[in-house]
């Protein structure tokens, strides 16, 4: 393949959507997930993110970066004010309405009508769940840690339940979300499903990978 | 497909690597990227890493949990001697070599030598691109952000150079990581090739999407 190189300066001159455009897939693929929230007064708002990222398992947390200036917004007034949310696999069959939520909606227009999702509810959670989702995670807000150099909001959370398909989880722990039909994000706008290439063994120096599975 | 709820208190009994593996895969999909660094006496490390996040396009950064308990280690300690790294994404053909970099070398062993991947250099960045890799950047460290409730840490950084294949690149910016054969993958050891389900138009209230490209 032949290589380009793009240097600063060149993708600084790149117009505004197009150095978005860029930029947003050069980390690879992302997770597409629906994050569902309850403000104070009971309006409900979901947005799609591909943001959320691992950040250990003891505890079990997740980090997840918001901007404000754009349309998950309400969605970060509604975690700093009741510290409540879930996190919902998007999957083949809602990825459109998934994609969807990213319209800019006023604030008393929930995006579970809007877009055709369905509120679900589980143990107290105050969040909603999106119910079309087959993976979804309840979570407190930890901490919020300001990104000053953009403007953005990262977010650790605090996974509190889990509820998947009980044919995608393993004895060993291993969830298969490849069979639970989630999907990956590249770029703003493009979605993917998967086909898994290999499982591979736990790496040690002089010792010869396995295929697991 | 039948649900299963698995709360707190039972996924905080699990063992520690079934822990691990469970709460490793919540996430959804994850980037598979190799990272690239060199400390001041010139040995380079290579360390795949799943947990670099897209913070922002203007200024141009990136995110990136490390956890310095595992292999990163020597990552994390020379990124902030040099503040120099390359993310390279990894593709089909090294998934393998990338993931045996996660494994315990010393450091005086480069990861590049032990997992048969090749050091490049470009435009005077000090640290190390993969050969293999189609999709490379020259990265800086910016600022180091302690996550004090687990011990890992966030970096951010600032993307200086991208290499890329010339035919993966669109005019309106877009990049597609697809045909560049970059990869997906899930939990701690799953690894995935996609397939494109569509590109969405940019949503808007009331506006129904389109399918484009």
Redesign the interface.
Known sequence: ????????SE??S?E??????????????????LIGTKDENGLTNLSIV??????????????L?I?PDVSPRHTLENILQTKSLT?N?VN?SI??QA???????GKE?SEFT?CHLSEEY??DHYAPFVKES??K?ALEL??E?K?E??G?H?L?CA???????????SE????D??S?D???V????????????????????G?E?LE?D
């Open positions: 393949m032949k290589s380009k190189h793009i240097s600063q993708f600084e790149f505004e959507r197009k150095r978005a455009r860029f930029i947003n897939t050069l980390s690879g693929f992302k997770s597409a997930n591909s943001s959320v990222v691992h950040l250990g398992a003891s505890p079990a947390l997740m980090g970066v901007r996190i696999h083949s990825f459109k994609h969807q939520t990213s319209g800019r909606y227009q809007a589980h143990s087959h993976i995670i930890i901490r840690i990104i150099e953009n953005t990262f650790i996974i509190k339940d889990v509820y998947l398909p009980l044919s995608c989880l060993d722990g291993s969830i979300i490849e639970a989630s999907i990956a590249s770029g703003l706008d493009k979605y993917h499903k998967t086909n898994k290439l290999a499982r591979l063994s736990y790496a040690k120096p010792k990978l697991i």
